[in-house]
């Protein structure tokens, strides 16, 4: 069972809000513990409470203050809470002083609920990361800032791919996989680099169970529908592509 995150909802807008419960609560592993409207009942609640929630969804444009304030409110006071911003603000300099202030993540209204489920799924994976280390060396810290290319690093024991998928292989896999835009089935994999369709087959579940890959049904004009491989969001793959 993963180890429960709670969330807190800042949202004016209460069927926005009751819109990111709905997708938080789907998840495994996450609880929304209070959705506030106003600034004032944020911060009375944060400090009414023992321990602050583990994450934040803050929408900036809240009424009872001004552009960033409780972004920078919140960070001061609360600093090992992390924050995903979601709002309608798309200004350079509002963006840029969220990345800078440390926001795991920021998006903008309308919001991809997939989008979302994206980040929070990454959130949980890095959270259960850092708490499970007391020392972190420096391919794991590349791997929980996000730096470009890196994947996440291997427990040590060399061991840790299904029998039957080779890292060298894979490696391959996965640059044919960030070069096609429309996704891959193991029909299109297998002609590419030679393999048997199964053995493509294995190599594409393995990236679906490791949420790399997200599967769909693809139906043809002939024969039996075929399970249409694409990449589950580039920022997830790309530092550089982060919004």
């Given at each position: 069972?993963?180890?429960?995150?709670?969330?807190?909802?800042?949202?004016?807008?209460?069927?926005?809000?009751?819109?990111?419960?709905?997708?938080?609560?789907?998840?495994?592993?996450?609880?929304?513990?209070?959705?506030?409207?106003?600034?004032?009942?944020?911060?009375?609640?944060?400090q009414g409470i023992p321990q602050a929630?583990?994450?934040?969804?803050?929408?900036?444009?809240?009424?009872?203050?001004?552009?960033?304030?409780?972004?920078?409110?919140?960070?001061?006071?609360?600093?090992?809470?992390?924050?995903?911003?979601?709002?309608?603000?798309?200004?350079?300099?509002?963006?840029?002083?969220?990345?800078?202030?440390?926001?795991?993540?920021?998006?903008?209204?309308?919001?991809?609920?997939?989008?979302?489920?994206?980040?929070?799924?990454?959130?949980?994976?890095?959270?259960?990361?850092?708490?499970?280390?007391?020392?972190?060396?420096?391919?794991?810290?590349?791997?929980?800032?996000?730096?470009?290319?890196?994947?996440?690093?291997?427990?040590?024991?060399?061991?840790?791919?299904?029998?039957?998928?080779?890292?060298?292989?894979?490696?391959?896999?996965?640059?044919?996989?960030?070069?096609?835009?429309?996704?891959?089935?193991?029909?299109?994999?297998?002609?590419?680099?030679?393999?048997?369709?199964?053995?493509?087959?294995?190599?594409?579940?393995?990236?679906?169970?490791?949420?790399?890959?997200?599967?769909?049904?693809?139906?043809?004009?002939?024969?039996?529908?075929?399970?249409l491989y694409s990449l589950r969001g580039?920022?997830?793959?790309?530092?550089?592509?982060?919004?």
């Open positions: 069972m993963p180890e429960n995150i709670s969330v807190m909802i800042i949202e004016d807008d209460f069927r926005i809000s009751a819109i990111h419960r709905q997708i938080v609560e789907k998840i495994a592993g996450f609880t929304v513990v209070k959705e506030a409207k106003t600034a004032k009942e944020a911060m009375a609640y944060l929630p583990d994450l934040i969804l803050l929408d900036v444009y809240i009424p009872d203050v001004a552009g960033l304030d409780l972004f920078w409110q919140l960070r001061m006071q609360y600093r090992l809470t992390s924050l995903i911003v979601i709002t309608a603000a798309q200004e350079m300099e509002t963006v840029r002083a969220a990345i800078v202030g440390g926001v795991f993540d920021y998006m903008t209204k309308p919001l991809d609920a997939n989008r979302l489920e994206q980040s929070l799924l990454s959130f949980q994976e890095k959270h259960a990361f850092l708490t499970a280390r007391k020392k972190l060396q420096q391919q794991e810290i590349d791997y929980i800032i996000g730096t470009q290319f890196l994947e996440k690093p291997k427990d040590g024991t060399g061991d840790d791919l299904p029998k039957g998928v080779d890292p060298i292989t894979l490696n391959d896999v996965k640059a044919i996989l960030r070069e096609t835009s429309e996704g891959i089935t193991a029909i299109e994999l297998s002609e590419q680099t030679g393999m048997g369709r199964s053995t493509a087959r294995r190599y594409l579940e393995y990236l679906v169970s490791v949420k790399m890959l997200r599967a769909s049904v693809k139906y043809g004009t002939v024969g039996r529908p075929e399970r580039v920022y997830e793959q790309n530092g550089s592509n982060k919004k």
